[in-house]
Structure formats: structure tokens, C-alpha cells
């Protein structure tokens, strides 16, 4: 069954940390780009992060630069997204999706991915 879960999600305080993980069955992700997107109440959803299939090409949207890192562990099949120094535009559901290319695209853009997973829900709240 191919799929992608999202999971790390929670609530947190305004400077704090989260790691998310995108566990992939199914799919090789020596194989594939992964992206990250988010989706604030009431807005659109955007590309934050992605990361190539060997895990050397990353890129990121300017507002989560220098605080969220991307990695990948292709032996446990999974992505990570390390959240820090969050704030509360940070709030949304976090959503993992799989490109069938090697590179990310200069842009992160959903019409750039194929399968999602369902997200997990992140809150920056004091």
C-alpha cells in the first residue's frame, strides 16, 4: 500500500521546537523528492520545505529559513522536518507529499507533488 504519515505534531509555545516525521510505505524514497506544506486556518497551503532523493539538494520558503531543517534517513524510509524557534504564523497542518523525481523543484509547488499524506496538526500558542 503506498502511503505517506505524517506524525510530531502538537501543541507548543512561541520559541519552541517540534520535529515532524514522514514515514513512506510503499515507496523508495532513494527514488523520490519529498516536500513539506502547511496550511494555516483560513489560508491557502504552502510549500515550505523539500528535500532530493539523496538527500544532498534542500530548499526552503524564505519565511522558515535558518529555523526548520529538512533531513531524510532513507534507511528507516522517512523524512524529518525539525521545527525551531516557532511562532504562531507557524500554526497550520503540516503535510508531507512525494515527487517522482530526484531533484526539488526551484519553487514548492503542489502541483509539483502527487501523493500527500493527511497532515498533522501543529499549534503555536502561549
Known amino acids: 500500500q503506498l502511503q505517506l504519515v505524517e506524525s510530531g505534531g502538537g501543541l507548543v509555545q512561541p520559541g519552541g521546537s517540534l520535529r515532524l516525521s514522514c514515514a513512506a510505505s510503499?515507496?523508495?524514497?532513494?527514488?523520490?523528492?519529498i516536500g513539506w506544506f502547511r496550511q494555516a486556518p483560513g489560508k491557502e497551503r504552502e510549500g515550505v520545505s523539500c528535500?532530493?532523493?539523496?538527500?544532498?539538494?534542500?530548499n526552503y520558503v524564505d519565511s522558515v529559513k535558518g529555523r526548520f531543517t529538512i533531513s531524510k534517513d532513507n534507511a528507516k524510509n522517512t523524512v524529518y522536518l525539525q521545527l525551531n524557534s516557532l511562532n504562531v504564523e507557524d500554526t497550520g497542518v503540516y503535510y508531507c507529499a512525494i515527487r517522482g523525481f530526484d531533484a526539488c523543484p526551484s519553487t514548492i509547488r503542489e502541483s509539483y507533488f502527487g501523493s500527500w499524506g493527511r497532515g498533522t496538526q501543529v499549534t503555536v500558542s502561549s
Open positions: 510503499g515507496y523508495n524514497l532513494d527514488y523520490y523528492s
Open positions: 528535500i532530493s532523493s539523496s538527500g544532498r539538494g534542500t
